[in-house]
């Protein structure tokens, strides 16, 4: 029986593979002993893990904690890190957790994991390590501009396990990822943040001239992409893991107004973002050539996601009053 580490398992990625996995949702590995490592930091929860609350052992914990890790990754057969700080605005205000834990972190799970002589590593990171791109789309081995302290720190982690590989043959692969959303995302990202601002009659804040476009992606395709490379993927490789709808800002607005039905008054325009990336967009060529390919349309999977968040406001109200005591 395959023995699987996941950190950051409690956030909103990494718990959707988690709830995946021990559901059988993933044919090659219907029996697995996992282990879900979080610090349980705001983004952390683990009510994202009720529905397989019993299923796993949980070991709350920090990955640049180096002593905990080298008790806890010794007999995993493959470790995948999904802990990371993640939100861009956060880390325009305050950098300096996101270099600790995307940039240190990283490099203390990676020498943990040789410690261990794990036999696979997953590193998931992101599209912003490459900055923004006019037209086209980024091969992977496009060079790395990344524009926030954000992506430049998932850059630094990236770098770090890419590293690992080629100095000391860590078995490590790199995935990357555009815009993901569905159920369970904190209610701070963009979607979730919009649809239950308008439940409760709010305004939503459009950056700029709304002009800026994302690759969006199911957390459910991410998930199976990050699957098909713990099961194919080569050791110091990088696999792109595309979306199914490149939309503008602007155009994504008009969807979630429309299908809330919501009119444009309900739309707050606000100053840019700080060096906001105006474009993102990944060819994943080479993830298809081992059996990937995107499943959920953003057509279907928008409307899925509106309905969860309408129907479990007991999830999202919470951690939205949280948040705003902590303001």
Same mark, same amino acid.
């Given at each position: 029986m395959k023995r699987i580490l996941v950190t950051g398992g409690a956030g909103f990625i990494g718990s959707h593979y988690v709830r995946t996995l021990?559901?059988?949702?993933?044919?090659?590995? &219907?029996?697995v002993e996992l282990t879900v490592l979080d610090k349980l930091t705001y983004a952390g929860n683990l009510a994202?893990?009720? &529905?397989?609350?019993?299923?796993?052992?949980?070991?709350h914990g920090d990955i640049c904690d180096a002593g905990l890790l080298a008790d806890c990754i010794p007999g995993h057969d493959l470790v995948i890190n999904f802990a990371a700080e993640s939100h861009v605005d956060r880390s325009i205000a305050s950098a300096g957790e996101f270099v600790r834990t995307n940039v240190l972190g990283t490099q203390t799970l990676m020498q943990a994991c040789?410690?261990?002589? %794990? &036999?696979?590593v997953v590193q998931v990171s992101t599209d912003e390590v490459y900055g923004t791109i006019d037209s086209g789309s980024w091969a992977e081995d496009a060079p790395l501009a990344p524009n926030?302290?954000?992506?430049?720190?998932?850059?630094?982690?990236d770098l770090l396990a890419r590293a690992y590989a080629t100095t000391h043959g860590l078995p490590v692969s790199i995935t990357r990822c555009g815009n993901n959303y569905g159920p369970y995302q904190y209610p701070e990202k963009v979607i979730p943040l919009f649809v239950t601002n308008l439940m409760e009659g709010r305004r939503v804040p459009l950056y700029g001239d709304g002009g800026n476009v994302r690759d969006w992606i199911?957390?459910?395709d991410h998930c199976r992409g990050i699957q098909t490379v713990a099961e194919h993927g080569e050791p110091g490789e990088i696999y792109h893991i595309a979306g199914t709808a490149e939309l503008t800002n602007l155009d994504l607005t008009k969807r979630i107004l429309a299908a809330l039905e919501a009119d444009w008054d309900s739309v707050e325009p606000v100053p840019?973002?700080?060096?906001h990336d105006r474009r993102y967009s990944l060819s994943d060529v080479k993830l298809r050539a081992l059996g990937y390919a995107p499943r959920v349309s953003f057509e279907a999977g928008l409307?899925? %996601?509106?309905?969860?968040?309408?129907?479990?406001?007991?999830?999202?109200? &919470?951690?939205?009053?949280r948040s705003e005591d902590d303001c």
């Open positions: 021990l559901s059988g949702g993933y044919v090659a590995w &219907p029996e994202n893990l009720e &529905p397989v609350q019993d299923r796993f052992e949980f070991v040789l410690d261990a002589g %794990t &036999p696979k926030s302290p954000y992506s430049a720190a998932k850059a630094g982690g199911h957390v459910d840019d973002r700080k060096g409307a899925e %996601t509106i309905r969860w968040y309408t129907d479990r406001r007991d999830w999202w109200e &919470p951690l939205r009053k």
